[in-house]
């Protein structure tokens, strides 16, 4: 179950001063090593898959490997997709399983961003799921040189984002601050006097990228302005590359897994440092308690066809399945005909989607709505629709 709503996750950390760490995962070591870190020290975390990351794995087959991790973990657990870049990549998200979303537009104009940004708002709140807002520029590219990726950092303007946060509805802003995304020669230097401003301004959650290379007492200072989240790869990366390059000088001769061998505890020693040093290790039951659990709903439909329907069940069930299976929040269209012979309902439909608030917006999606009336009830009869919600079971 620990699946749970981000939004109350992260709002335990602002009401407490720490800091949750999300951490991007490439590969599955990478997410058994967050998962066993965040449980040995019982600390809430974020499971964060980032859409620049996506030429080196295929996205739909890594959540549902990181949905299982989530759902079968002791501790609380969010999933979000980091830099989304567009409407259409959030949407893809939900539907596959993240309950948080952040869209990057912060290389586009002031107002591009606004309108770009409200648009995934609208959605995924429709959806039940909260957004991160990104302003001002944070330059580099997770995992690699900084130096590489050298591009102008432009700070956030606490003017600019009041606005920004008013206008977009954003849940959590990622500001600019000083850090760089990657792996940096010298220590950052934050403007913290900026970060009160902001924090003073915006009054919700803020977010920092670009956290590796960042010192304890640089991360505590975050921590009392507002900072609520960490998005952090780079050292990870680091860490799992240079127990690689140990192993392969040793034994130059190894095979795929032995040089791999020590990348899951080189990641997980990593996790754990930072899980303790942000202040959210040992806080995993109190906000366990604090979050909504982040449940699975269904819309159950059953019917016969109606006997003077001209319309074949084939392919109103393609369509229809296609038509639904795009609406935000939907995460699965199953159809099915009756097994036995002479049974009372003949067809079965069962929509499952992301969360309760998702089912709400699609009874009132418009094209629900309209292959409801226009191709659905014309061609059936003895109509029976019900939404049920999934039932925690506690053995304890
Ligand atoms: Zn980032």
Not at 92 to 103: F, Q, R
Request: proline residues 3%; negative net charge.
């Amino acid at each position: 179950m620990p699946l749970v709503n981000m939004r109350d996750m992260l709002y335990h950390a602002y009401d407490n001063n720490y800091a949750v760490g999300a951490f991007d995962l490439v590969s599955l070591d990478f997410l058994e090593a967050v998962i066993g870190a965040a449980e040995s020290c019982r600390s809430a975390v974020i499971l964060s898959i980032a859409e620049p990351h996506f030429a080196h794995y295929d996205f739909e087959l890594m959540l549902p490997a990181v949905e299982a991790a989530a759902k079968r973990a002791s501790v609380p657990v969010a999933i979000q997709l980091d830099h989304g870049s567009s409407l259409e990549s959030a949407i893809k998200a939900i539907n596959l399983g993240c309950n948080g979303v952040m869209l990057d537009a912060s290389n586009q104009s002031f107002s591009d961003n606004i309108e770009h940004t409200r648009a995934v708002v609208e959605m995924a709140h429709q959806c039940g799921v909260s957004v991160v807002g990104e302003l001002g520029y944070v330059a580099g590219k997770e995992g690699e040189g900084a130096e590489q990726h050298p591009g102008e950092t432009t700070f956030t303007l606490p003017s600019e984002a009041k606005a920004y946060v008013q206008r977009t509805g954003v849940d959590f802003l990622a500001v600019s601050i000083g850090t760089v995304q990657g792996r940096m020669n010298g220590r950052a230097k934050l403007d913290y006097a900026r970060l009160k401003q902001l924090n003073q301004t915006v009054n919700i959650p803020l977010v920092i990228h670009g956290g590796s290379g960042l010192n304890e007492e640089q991360f505590h200072k975050l921590t009392l302005n507002g900072v609520v989240k960490i998005d952090y790869y780079t050292a990870l990366s680091d860490v799992a590359a240079k127990a690689m390059r140990k192993r392969s000088k040793e034994n130059p001769g190894g095979s795929f897994t032995d040089l791999k061998k020590d990348v899951k505890e080189a990641i997980g020693n990593e996790v754990q440092r930072c899980l303790r040093q942000w202040g959210s290790a040992g806080r995993a039951a109190e906000v366990l308690e604090r979050c909504e659990p982040w449940l699975v709903v269904e819309h159950l439909i059953v019917h016969n066809m109606d006997a003077q329907s001209t319309q074949s069940i084939d392919s109103l069930m393609l369509e229809g399945k296609q038509i639904l299976s795009e609406i935000p929040g939907v995460r699965e269209v199953f159809t099915g005909e009756v097994m036995k012979e002479n049974s009372k309902y003949s067809c079965c439909w069962s929509v499952r989607f992301t969360h309760k608030a998702a089912l709400e917006s699609f009874h009132r999606h418009q094209h629900f709505d309209s292959f409801l009336q226009k191709k659905f009830k014309p061609n059936v009869s003895d109509l029976i629709r019900i939404d049920y919600q999934e039932r925690l079971v506690n053995l304890a």
